[in-house]
Nanobody, 127 residues
Framework: QVQLVESGGGLVQPGGSLRLSCAAS????????????IGWFRQAPGQEREFVAA????????WYSKSVKGRFTISKDNAADTVYLQMNNLKPEDTAVYYC????????????????WGRGTQVTVSS
């Protein structure tokens, strides 16, 4: 069973930066991190979970929501089975629980397309 664990969340002032990490474990024999595309999603209180960013199996292609494009960067270290989300110029509206998720699809931006999920890490942007 693939397990994902997010870390790096916290409280930051508007305009600040955070780097989230998503570490994976529990792969079956013959399967590893390079077989999965990874997505980051977020969910604010009272709102639906929304797509933030995704990266392909190889790490060569990335996708971003309009609200974070130009401020967030997703990257993948296949040797370390870890995906990162660098978040710069954070805004109060970025406050949410951030989740990473894994899919064997080449890429996906919908919640329902992802098979494995972490438990999330809280990001709070406030002065």
């Amino acid at each position: 069973q693939v397990q994902l664990v997010e870390s790096g969340g916290g409280l930051v002032q508007p305009g600040g930066s955070l780097r989230l990490s998503c570490a994976a474990s529990g792969f079956h024999s013959g399967v590893n991190w390079t077989h999965y595309a990874i997505g980051w999603f977020r969910q604010a209180p009272g709102q639906e979970r929304e797509f933030v960013a995704a990266i392909s199996w190889s790490g060569g292609s990335t996708w971003y929501s309009k609200s974070v494009k130009g401020r967030f960067t997703i990257s993948k270290d296949n040797a370390a089975d870890t995906v990162y989300l660098q978040m710069n110029n954070l805004k109060p509206e970025d406050t949410a629980v951030y989740y990473c998720a894994a899919t064997k699809d080449p890429v996906a931006t919908e919640v329902g397309d992802y098979e494995h999920w972490g438990r999330g890490t809280q990001v709070t942007v406030s002065s």
